[in-house]
């Protein structure tokens, strides 16, 4: 499976951005973000049906959603804060408890999220 992760940049806090991930197939898909110094976390993950689960950071703020036509998978990011800051990482498999352990056999390259003003 071959991930391609986009939509990262620079955005004032408050403000609002969206990631997406292409898979060449339809699975379970995630997104996980690394601050410096700090460990891989997830934020959200998505399975084929209606099940879906977040990081507490992301309750409220963030969106997970998939177009399964395309395989993508988006993560629409709203009401910004400084500690958002980090490196996101798509990752997928075919098991929802791999994705959601951070135990994804596949993970994108990483889009760079930087919150400042």
């Known amino acids: 499976v071959q991930l391609q992760a986009s939509g990262g940049g620079l955005v004032q806090p408050g403000g609002s951005l969206r990631l997406s991930c292409a898979a060449s197939e339809s699975i379970v898909m995630g997104w996980y973000r690394q601050a410096p110094g700090k460990q891989r976390d997830l934020v959200a993950a998505?399975?084929?049906?209606?099940?879906?689960t977040y990081a507490e950071s992301a309750k409220g703020r963030f969106t997970i959603s998939r177009d399964n036509a395309k395989n993508t998978v988006y993560l629409q990011m709203n009401s910004l804060k400084t500690e958002d800051t980090a490196v996101y990482y798509c990752s997928a498999d075919r098991v929802w408890f791999k994705v959601v352990g951070g135990l994804s056999d596949y993970w994108g390259q990483g889009t760079l999220v930087t919150v400042s003003s």
């Open positions: 998505i399975g084929d049906g209606s099940r879906i």
